[in-house]
């Protein structure tokens, strides 16, 4: 198993001017075929509760690899760690687009 192709993006740019709701975070990528793909966000405050939904994102790959999922607590600057199976991504989040 592998993950390949990881890609971030922004999917509620903010409009000019407005600071109401922070950016949502988008990841993608490919995995195995229905493979498990686990995304963890190591740059969350430490004292905050073990699994708690902004520091494990859980998103399965469809029959053909692909897989997406929402970041809620993403930000620049973090530190995320993919895993699928045996592979493991380590990436810090610079530019998101």
């Known amino acids: 198993m592998s993950l390949d192709g990881v890609r971030f993006k922004r999917c509620n740019p903010t409009p000019p001017g407005k600071t109401e709701e922070p950016p949502k975070v988008m990841v993608e990528g490919k995995a195995a075929p229905n493979a498990e ?3 963890e966000n190591k740059s969350l405050a430490s004292f905050a509760p073990a699994g708690e939904a902004d520091t494990f994102v859980h998103a399965r790959a469809g029959a053909d690899g692909s897989f997406s999922a929402e970041l809620p607590g993403a930000r620049e600057g973090d530190q995320l760690k993919l895993r699928s199976g045996a592979s493991v991504v380590g990436v810090r ?3 998101v687009e």
Do not use: A, D, E, F
């Open 37 to 39: 793909v686990l995304i």
């Open 93 to 95: 989040l610079k530019n």
